[in-house]
């Protein structure tokens, strides 16, 4: 037994970890240990990946490459293996995974697992839309290969599927041409909801990745940084080299604080509107910027933190993030991590894949005495507008709120592994 | 002076050996020379390496009864026939549990694993190196060789054998072609150490831990701590005097 954590550090119960680092023998592994969910990279924020007092079968060591032909892009590998060790080591190969989360310290497993998107999604739909096939081992004992043409049914199940359909050992993915590191980008500031749309719209066709920076303290007439991004054959002038910082140790109380937010925001604000303009940069500082940071979840202190992240559809989305916004601002509550973007019309692959077409907003907030009741009022927006919850994210929603937010759970539950169970599967289906 | 570095690896699915090769072909073109116990798991490392490494390296796989004498001088005999080798890199091992060690035959096994076969797989190679005045013996150590303690003196003796052997070594090819390295990892997050991580105490990233293995064989240097906190701990610990060492339950 040792303590585990997920991002958002709320909890830190003791754990059973198996460690598995043999492909062949993840069968016998699952085998006996039941119930119990993967744990990958531990960078869901909630208790998505956390099974208090039982077990967790650890897959980072399961991180090797299997195959790779550079011919047509495929990739095989197992569920281990972190997305930024497959970006350091394809893209100056000419190669890139299509589709990166906010963090590249994901896994595999893990990124199918939510079905996860980026600020591509316009361009490049989600991740499971690049994965053409994967293998499942179940505590019952089966191995499942399946794929968007082999087993359909196992695939839509295990994509955005929470980890709950079996253990995804290995999956096939299709990487996608890169001229290289580099993007073109810029950073737009702008005033009020309305221009954020307008900037948005105007991007889609032409910018890869776009996503906004908001300042979650400036309430309804929000202001924020539009950033938008594209692949480019320029280079800059001086190579990039990964950062090591690091928070070092958990200060005793959260940094970001009512104290500290506005002026926190401003900084930002201030620090970032002077890189407006257009400018040549390397992909891992602008699409990750956090993870130049190592345990930058330290900062919200020993109490942890949430992060809030709905969807709502375009009809009545942009009234329902005004209200949310300025729900937030009168709680005096988030943080300098407050992200919109919109998503495309493409339909997510999974059953209970978070992603479908409209705006997304994104907050964390540290875990304080009112937090929750803010929740409250901010779920009560998303579910009036038709919006529902991230998972991978949460670590509070209420059952009912999954289940209308999810309307294809029904269809999903035959398709659940017995014996895998985590402390979300328990709150939000039951078992 | 190919710009090509030729590394036979020992033990090479070890966790600690698996990402030093992984740095490897990942910063030029290498060819490995792959040598294991099991061969399922090392085609695995092998393929994964091959990945990595592109077309500009090669990967290949030697099977081998560690235990085994003239197994020992078949693989350096045969690695070293094939073409010039730059390092060898002598990694494998186990972590017995102190507590098992009660049964002789598990304690003698460790013995054996961890300081018998490392110590004649860098005799052989020596013997070849000597020859091309040539070559980088790197010999994977541990903090724990540094002194014996309560809590792992099989493991600890095995790998403190290393450590002598391994001062001989550097001795004896003094102002030759030829370096000795020593390196010595504190507790490190492989599945070897899952009962350490079990008791809650502190393991580093393999990933830096390999970094620093593949920088001190760069650099030649003798001894090699990873992380290198370790070199300032161990100097502590063994100049711990009796009275208070052995009032501690370190």
Sequence with gaps: ?431 | MNDRTRIVVIGATAAIAEQCCRLWVQRGPTDLVLVARDAAKAGRVAADLRVRGGAGSTVEVMIADFLDTAAIVRVADATTAAGRVDIVMIAHGVLTRQDTCGDIAICRESLEVNAVSPALFAEAFAGHFAKANHGTIAIIGSVAGDRGRKANYTYGAAKGLLSRYAEGLEHRFAGSGVAVVLLKPGPTDTPMSADHKAHGRRVAPVEDVARAIVRGIDTRKAVVYAPALWQLVMLIVRHLPRFVFNRLSI
């Excluded at chain 1, 199918?112 to 600020?119: P, S, T």
């Excluded at chain 1, 692949?231 to 500290?260: C, D, I, Q």
């Design chain 1, 1 to 431: 037994m040792r303590p585990v954590s997920s991002w958002g550090r709320l909890s830190a119960a003791p754990h059973d970890v198996v460690e598995l680092a043999d492909r062949d023998g993840v069968a016998h592994a699952l085998a006996g240990r039941a119930p119990g969910i993967a744990y990958g990279a531990g960078r869901s924020y909630g208790d998505e990946c956390l099974n208090p007092d039982g077990t967790l079968w650890s897959t980072r060591g399961l991180d090797r490459l299997i195959a790779f032909d550079d011919t047509t892009g495929r990739l095989v590998c197992e569920a281990g293996v972190v997305l930024r060790d497959i970006q350091r080591l394809m893209i100056p190969r000419g190669w890139s995974l299509p589709v990166v989360p906010g963090t590249q310290i994901a896994t595999v497993g893990g990124a199918i697992a939510n079905d996860v998107h980026g600020k591509n999604h316009h361009a490049a739909g989600t991740f499971g839309d690049h994965v053409t096939s994967l293998r499942l081992v179940r505590t019952t004992g089966e191995t499942i290969a399946c794929g968007p043409e082999l087993r359909p049914d196992w695939f839509a199940a295990t994509v955005g599927g929470m980890g709950l359909t079996g253990l995804v050992v290995e999956a096939e993915l299709q990487l996608e041409r890169t001229p290289g590191p580099w993007l073109e980008a810029e950073t737009l500031p702008f005033a009020g909801l309305d221009a954020f749309f307008r900037l948005s719209e105007d991007s889609v066709a032409d910018w890869e990745h776009t996503v906004s920076w908001i300042d979650c303290t400036s309430g309804i007439d929000v202001r924020g940084l539009f950033l938008r991004a594209r692949p480019t054959t320029h280079e800059a002038g001086r190579p990039w080299r990964p950062g090591r910082r690091t928070v070092p140790f958990t200060p005793p109380v959260s940094l970001v604080n009512r104290l500290t937010l506005r002026s926190l925001n401003t900084a930002y604000y201030a620090l970032n509107r002077r890189r407006a303009g257009p400018r040549i940069v390397h992909y891992e500082p602008f699409l990750y910027p956090l993870d130049g940071i190592g345990a930058w979840n330290r900062l919200y202190g020993p109490r942890g933190f949430y992060q809030y992240q709905c969807v709502v559809p375009p009809g009545p989305g942009p009234q329902a993030v005004r209200d949310m916004l300025d729900a937030i601002a009168q709680a005096r509550e988030g943080s300098i991590l407050a992200v919109l973007k919109t998503f495309g019309d493409r339909p997510a692959p999974g059953l209970l894949s978070f992603v479908q077409p409209g705006i997304t907003l994104a907050l964390d907030f540290r875990n304080s005495p009112g937090v929750l009741g803010l929740f409250e009022r901010l779920d009560a927006i998303v579910r009036a507008a038709g919006g529902r919850l991230y998972p991978a994210k949460d670590a509070r929603m209420p059952r009912e709120m999954f289940e209308t937010g999810y309307p294809r759970l029904p269809e999903f539950l035959p398709y659940r592994d017995p014996g895998m169970s985590s402390a979300m599967s328990r709150r939000l289906m039951g078992s």
